[in-house]
């Protein structure tokens, strides 16, 4: 049972647009989400990260939007750049269930110039 | 932020024998580690969730008698592939977090091949 999906496998934007990655659960006792993003032979680096009792959350560049109530979570990059092309993780955590990471399948996201 | 590392990063052997690979928090005391596994294009797979000082508690399906985890110190893990096989070939990637950080980090990885 896949309790973190993330339906589109690639997502291509133009330099400067906004890119918006999605990502869905199932389960709703998941108490973080957090991102990560990952170049090939590398591991995940940690983008940001939203606790499950907030709608919001901003670094910089990065914005992480919560809905709890349709079991989505989105990341938006504005201004998209190259540099922020690889694949995009997103991850759920349930310190009640041991509080391991539980991974979605991945976004490749391509920004191009 | 936390700096996790992996040694190798990578690492060829033959079919048969064992190969340890070696996470170490460098700025932080872990005392929860975590080992994935990642085939190409796919998600990273939780094998198995170290706890330092007890027994690693590994997922289904994954042989704790092939993947031997150890977690002898709060900065460090290893994990030995015994009688390694062709079919483990794969990334496999370490994950530390301290108490109280809910955010994992992560190390580089380490590409085992087996030939």
């Known amino acids: 049972d896949q309790q973190v999906k993330q339906n589109s496998p690639s997502l291509s934007v133009q330099e400067g647009r906004i890119s918006i990655l999605n990502c869905d659960y199932t389960?709703?006792?998941?108490?973080?989400f957090l991102w990560y993003k990952k170049y090939p032979a590398e591991g995940p680096t940690f983008l940001i990260s939203i606790s499950s009792i907030k709608d919001k959350n901003e670094d910089g560049r990065f914005t992480v939007f919560l809905n709890k109530s349709a079991k989505h979570l989105s990341l938006h990059i504005v201004p998209s750049q190259p540099g922020d092309s690889a694949v995009y993780f997103c991850?759920?955590?349930?310190?009640?269930?041991?509080?391991?990471?539980?991974f979605g399948q991945g976004t490749e996201l391509s920004v191009k110039p | 932020g936390a700096v996790v590392s992996q040694h190798p990063s990578w690492v060829i052997c033959k079919s048969g024998t064992s190969v340890k690979i070696e996470c170490r928090s460098l700025d932080f005391q872990a005392t929860t580690m975590f080992w994935y596994r990642q085939f190409p294009k796919q998600s990273l797979m939780l094998m198995a969730t170290s706890n330092e000082g007890s027994k690693a508690t590994y997922e289904q399906g994954v042989e704790k008698d092939k993947f031997l985890i150890n977690h002898a110190s709060l900065t460090l893990s290893t994990l030995t592939v015994t009688s390694a096989h062709p079919e483990d070939s794969s990334f496999y990637i370490c994950s530390a977090n301290g108490q109280g950080l809910h955010e994992q980090y992560f190390g580089p990885g380490t590409r085992l091949t087996v030939t």
């Open positions: 389960n709703s006792m998941f108490d973080y």
């Open positions: 991850a759920a955590i349930s310190y009640n269930q041991g509080g391991k990471l539980i």
